[in-house]
């Protein structure tokens, strides 16, 4: 039994895809239009009902007050700096609430000071008038992520000290916050993230899509090829020392290069072996494995920075977004709507539906399947690379696991959308964003991941065909 | 090199608690999979609701059997939400399902919102909930030595954790092999071989497999348990590989066969502890860390999951025509 896709099938999701699709370019054209620039102050600050303070002590990991070191805040009241004063504090008044982006200048620390966690700056507070935020950050040796390393070693009797985590998962993001109050310039906000995340998440998700459409396979390891795209970048930014866009695009071709030489090595010969997708399936788990820890391997458990500057924020309306989230999601949307043309619209891809339809028809007719799969292989691995560069700056750095952790919420993009489907994986991709991001509006930021896999068993409880599949096949 | 040590080690793997916990998760997963063709790829999941139903209830002073109790209904409900959904549908969806569900029970777990009850990524303290289990030990406190092994008679990796440990072991090999010939278990393995035939007889397919489900999510949980009570409660080091390490057990020893799970577990384990220490006598740390040593061991693992996979799915004990592992 094959499953189908139904891109085709109705023109109203084409239409909704499309305007998808013109929406997030609409967003990335739209006016960038900085907030005012209001004068440095260092006074210190008392909060009243008209004004509100952030403020933050800065100490070495000595203990001792790290002095001159330069903050940024920026948010609804404007752009301001300080600077911290000789007993390391530092405030600043602000005159209207929202959400504010602290940024801490790494250069004007102390000599031989780092940020403890450097994924946490910069970070962002949230004001309320009269109130006084604090934003700290802490000094001493970066703890990066530690590896939940999952096997039985150490028979302990006290837990291990606390594991750092997992990308996306205990890092904010910038421009987003968790808890507080639900008022509309955060629901503005924290969907605006959303969509970035969203069409960063489709990325990765089209390629899986694809290659279930036309082979039949699950492919757990399609997480790992999210991952090397991000630490391929890494490789060629922070070890070659190449510009990021030659590095991104180095990055995206090795990335493409490995799914043409993983279906040649593995997926074509089982498939000439005919073993059974559960057995296929499988191996791609046992890939999986192998790929994690080989990342582990060569580039530690830690997480890794593809840029070291702090990306710098634009304010559009109520939202605060990096200008390289911006530039990113042109770059997804570019990519996306080239991925739809060239399946809408061209002879190949008119030949990839043909297969995902129906792979024996297809050749019946003279299509090149075995052709046509190592195609999607190649396409699936890029996209997913390019996925895997954008989302590591977008989540501030990558590691060795952001693809296995990003892997489950692919799958509930692609079983909302219907399995197969690619249009039905970029739909469900940006409803699992905007779930994502909307969710910490409600829910601890770090529980955000766990309402979007609700949300597939929901969906596979009450509609398990997804918004586009078709209802026969399942079963 | 010290082979004593080195064969003392491995040996000492083939009968450690952790291997018990493993074979009897394992065994749990042959009744999913081996017997009724169910892709549980969730089954951490299952033993950390067990680890935290057990560890929770006791530090809420409960006493033993009714901690037990508790982890083995959160284990029963876990099954039925995870079932209710998806064993109507094609395998694969289960297959994902059980991964993100179990991955739900660890971000839920791990969440900083829920400190007070689950420790979150920290987790909780061995010796918050190992005093009722030691204290039903009849065998005192001190430690004896038995040859090169030298353990403590009850706390903690203690030799009373591993008496009853594989105690539950032999009890759920009994389980199985009885299940294997009875005629509730002759159905189970119908539905793994032809879901429609089944049907055709008039036998209900879903509750079958919602029974089956269940029951091998029981036996996770307690394998969770065991797995839980020599060291602490940690939610980050019981998520997706171990699941993964679970499966590459029973193909190792072969699905559906009684003895498979147990006969991969020891195996895993006292190889993976060979070619670790081997490693760390012949390698010197300047040219692997020992963290890279430890990265390396699961690669190979994850290499051997593979080759398994395709070229001796049936493992070691395993008959390749009762077998047909394949998505219905």
């Known amino acids: 039994m094959r499953r189908a896709t139904s891109m085709d099938r109705s023109p109203l999701t084409r239409a909704t895809v499309l305007a998808a699709l013109a929406a997030m370019l609409g967003l990335v054209l739209a006016t960038v239009g900085p907030g005012g620039t209001a004068a440095a102050q260092t006074v210190a600050c008392a909060p009243d009902s008209g004004t509100a303070c952030i403020t933050g002590t800065l100490r070495t990991s000595a203990g001792q007050p790290a002095v001159g070191v330069a903050l940024e805040v920026a948010g609804p009241g404007g752009e301001q700096q300080v600077t911290s004063g000789p007993d390391g504090r530092w405030s600043l008044p602000v005159t209207e609430a929202g959400q504010y982006t602290v940024t801490l200048d790494e250069a004007t620390l102390p000599a031989g000071e780092t940020l403890r966690d450097p994924a946490n700056n910069p970070r962002t507070v949230t004001v309320s008038l009269g109130g006084v935020a604090a934003a700290l950050f802490p000094l001493g040796t970066p703890t990066g992520p530690a590896a939940p390393s999952g096997g039985a070693t150490g028979d302990g009797d006290a837990p291990p000290p606390a594991t750092g985590g997992e990308p996306g998962l205990d890092n904010t993001v910038p421009g987003t916050a968790s808890g507080g109050g639900v008022n509309w310039d955060r629901v503005a906000q924290q969907a605006s993230a959303g969509l970035v995340f969203g069409t960063l998440l489709a990325l ?71 073993v059974g997708m559960t057995q296929q399936l499988i191996v791609t788990i046992g890939l999986a494995v192998t790929l994690q820890y080989v990342f582990q391997f060569f580039f530690g458990a830690g997480s890794l920075r593809i840029v070291r500057s702090n990306p710098e924020t634009v304010a559009l309306g109520p939202i ?87 892997l489950l919420l692919m799958f509930a993009a692609v079983t909302l959308g219907g399995l197969g489907t690619a249009f039905g994986a970029l739909a469900g991709s940006i409803v699992i964003g905007l779930v994502v991001e909307l969710s910490n509006l409600v829910i601890p930021s770090d529980m955000r991941y766990a309402g979007a896999l609700v949300i597939l068993i929901l969906v596979l409880l009450f509609r398990p065909q997804g918004i586009l599949g078709r209802a026969e096949r399942v079963g | 090199m010290d082979w004593e040590r080195i064969l003392t080690l491995v040996a000492g793997e083939l009968f450690a608690p952790t291997t018990a916990a493993y074979a009897l998760a394992a065994i749990g997963l042959n009744i999913h999979f081996g017997l009724t063709g169910l892709l549980n790829f969730g089954q951490a999941g299952f033993m950390l609701l067990g680890a935290y139903g057990f560890a929770v209830s006791t530090i809420a002073g409960y006493p033993i059997w009714l901690a037990v109790l508790v982890a083995v209904a959160c284990s029963v409900i876990f099954a039925l939400i995870l079932g209710i959904p998806t064993l109507k549908l094609r395998g694969d969806y289960l297959a994902i399902v059980t991964i993100a569900a179990a991955e739900i029970v660890r971000i839920v777990g791990r969440s900083t919102a829920l400190t007070d009850v689950t420790g979150a990524s920290s987790g909780l303290r061995g010796d918050s909930y190992k005093a009722t289990f030691q204290a039903l030990s009849p065998l005192g406190d001190g430690s004896t030595a038995l040859g090169p092994f030298s353990y403590s008679n009850s706390s903690s990796n203690s030799w009373w954790l591993r008496i009853v440990g594989w105690l539950l072991v032999a009890l759920a090999c009994v389980l199985v092999w009885r299940l294997l010939r009875s005629p509730w278990g002759r159905v189970l393995k119908g539905i793994r071989e032809d879901e429609d035939a089944v049907r055709s007889l008039g036998k209900n397919v879903y509750s079958y497999k919602m029974q089956a489900l269940v029951l091998g999510g029981v036996i996770g949980s307690i394998a969770g348990i065991i797995y839980v009570l020599p060291r602490a409660v940690q939610p980050d080091s019981m998520g997706r590989p171990m699941t993964f390490w679970v499966w590459t057990i029973l193909l190792l020893g072969g699905a559906a066969t009684v003895f498979g799970p147990v006969i991969g577990s020891m195996v895993f384990w006292a190889v993976l502890m060979l070619i670790k220490t081997v490693m760390r006598e012949v390698v010197p740390s300047t040219v692997l860390r020992a963290e890279q040593i430890e990265q390396f061991g699961w690669i190979i693992v994850g290499v051997t999951l593979m080759l398994l996979v395709i070229f001796r799915p049936q493992g070691m004990l395993g008959d390749k025509k009762e077998l047909a592992i394949n998505v219905r």
């Open chain 1, 204 to 274: 990765a998700s089209v390629g899986l899509s694809l290659i279930f459409g036309t082979t039949g396979l699950s492919n757990f390891a399609h997480g790992e090829q999210v991952s090397l795209g991000g630490i391929l970048a890494y490789v060629f930014t922070q070890l070659v020392g190449l510009p990021l866009l030659v590095s991104g695009a180095i990055a995206v071709a090795l990335a493409a290069a490995s799914g043409y030489l993983q279906d040649a090595a593995i997926w074509g010969p089982l498939r000439k072996r005919r």
């Open chain 1, 320 to 406: 605060l977004i990096t200008q390289q989230s911006l530039i990113s999601l042109g770059i997804a949307a570019a990519a996306l709507g080239g991925v739809s043309y060239f399946l809408v619209a061209t002879r190949v891809g008119r030949a990839t539906r043909a297969v995902s339809d129906n792979p024996a028809l297809a050749a019946a007719s003279g299509i090149g399947v075995d052709g046509i799969v190592r195609m999607v292989w190649t396409i699936g691995a890029g996209l997913a690379g390019l996925g895997g560069v954008l989302m590591g700056l977008y989540l501030n750095a990558t590691a060795w696991n952001m693809g296995s952790t990003l």
